[in-house]
Structure formats: C-alpha cells, structure tokens
C-alpha cells in the first residue's frame, strides 16, 4: 500500500520569497512516482511537477522545484518567488509507475497562503 | 488540445436517488479515473477504466458504478445516495496507463 503524509498546518508566506511544503511518502513498490497539485478554489487539481523514483536529478519546472530525498522517503515542493496567485491547496500524491490499478494516492494537503 | 471536462459543475441531490457524472477525456487519452474529495480532504480513488475496462478499483461500495465509451468518455454513476456522498467528485485521464493525470474541475455533489 502506499500512504502520503501531509503535515504542515497552513503555511504563510511573503510575496517574492520562497516557501518549502513538506511531504514524505510510504511505498513497497521499487518503481513509482510523485507528483504535486495545485488545487485553487474553483477545485481543479492543475498538475505542477513530476519526479520518478529513478530519476537522478531533482525535478524542476518554472518557479517549481522538487527535492526529492529518496532514503528519506520525502518529496519537498519548493516555490521560489512566491506570488499571489500561488495561493491554494496543494496536494503531494503518488503512483506505480505503470500498470493496471496505478492510481494517485493523495495526502491530505496542505493550505499556504501568499502576503502581499 | 482540449482538457478534462465534467458536466454537471453543481448538483443537489436528495438521499436515496441515483446520480450520473459525466466526463470527455482530454484528447488522445484512453485511461479515466475518478475520485471522490471530502471537504477539506485529499482526493480518494473510486475507480480506473482503460480502454472500456474496469482496472483498478478503491475502497468504494459496489453503488458506486462506471462506464468508458469507445470515444473515452466516462460515466460515473451512484445509486442510493448518502448523505456522506456530498464531494467534489474529480475525472482524471492519461494517455495508457502510464505518466501523468489531467484533471476536470469538478462536479460538486450536495446530498441533501
């Protein structure tokens, strides 16, 4: 089975700075992958970055970094230059990489609010 | 290309009847998902279809039904409503059965 834990409470951060959302993972599976959503209030989930378990480097993506730890077992988003517009719910899941049944399981997200 | 799109965007229900949530796949994608997210929750996995077939189901009771349509389209279908199926209920599709989920936004379901 797979389990993600989100624990932060909601996270605040100034306009332009960089904010870190913690994530860690619990997986069987040797192959997978992680990924994390943006979820504002109209509820659409917008994708915004991948890592695969045997990926060497760290994702990146525009303003959107992961840091991934693999021994550790934690998937970090990291948003640099913070703007309003970032702020929502954002969701860390993961999946089998491929395969019958390779769902997204979610944690429970985590709130972060940008300030002007 | 055209994203995920989810009809009916809001629905009020009254317990005990059935309901039926439709959504188009993005262009090109033969694998469906959907999920069911409680208020202040993470999205839960109700069930995948990959190419008209059922191939992964969660931990949902069997009133919670599915179809995919030659064209990729999906139905999700819940009989016997419940108080507790009041969700935004989220269509996610991908090209096989492999990489990432686009996502609709959303039907959100009030079971009154």
């Known amino acids: 089975a797979q389990k993600i834990t989100q624990t932060q409470p909601g996270m605040f951060v100034q306009e332009k700075e960089a904010v870190t959302l913690d994530c860690t993972y619990d997986t069987s599976d040797q192959s997978y992958g992680l990924f994390w959503y943006k979820q504002p209030s109209s509820g659409e989930m917008i994708f915004l970055i991948y890592q695969g378990s045997y990926d060497e480097q ?59 | 290309e055209t994203g995920v799109t989810q009809s009916p965007t809001h629905l009020i229900k009254t317990r005990g009847q059935q309901v039926t949530l439709r959504c188009s796949s993005q262009s ?24 008209e077939e059922e191939n992964g189901r969660g931990n949902f009771p069997p009133r919670f039904s599915g179809l995919q349509f030659p064209n990729y389209s999906s139905e999700l279908n819940v009989n016997a409503l419940e108080l507790d199926d009041s969700a935004l209920y989220l269509c996610a599709s991908r090209q096989g059965q492999g990489g990432g989920y686009t996502f609709g936004s959303g039907t959100r379901l009030t079971v009154v």
């Open chain 1, 58 to 116: 760290n994702a990146t993506e525009g303003r959107y970094s992961l840091n991934f730890q693999k021994a550790r077992k934690s998937a970090n988003l990291v948003i640099s230059a913070s703007q309003l517009g970032d702020s929502a719910m954002y969701f860390c899941a993961m999946s089998r990489r491929t395969g019958a049944n390779s769902k997204l399981t979610f944690g429970k997200g985590i709130t972060l609010s940008v300030r002007p």
């Open chain 2, 28 to 51: 090109g994608h033969n694998t469906v998902s959907w999920y069911q997210q409680a208020l202040g929750q993470g999205p839960q996995f109700i069930f995948q279809y990959y190419r």
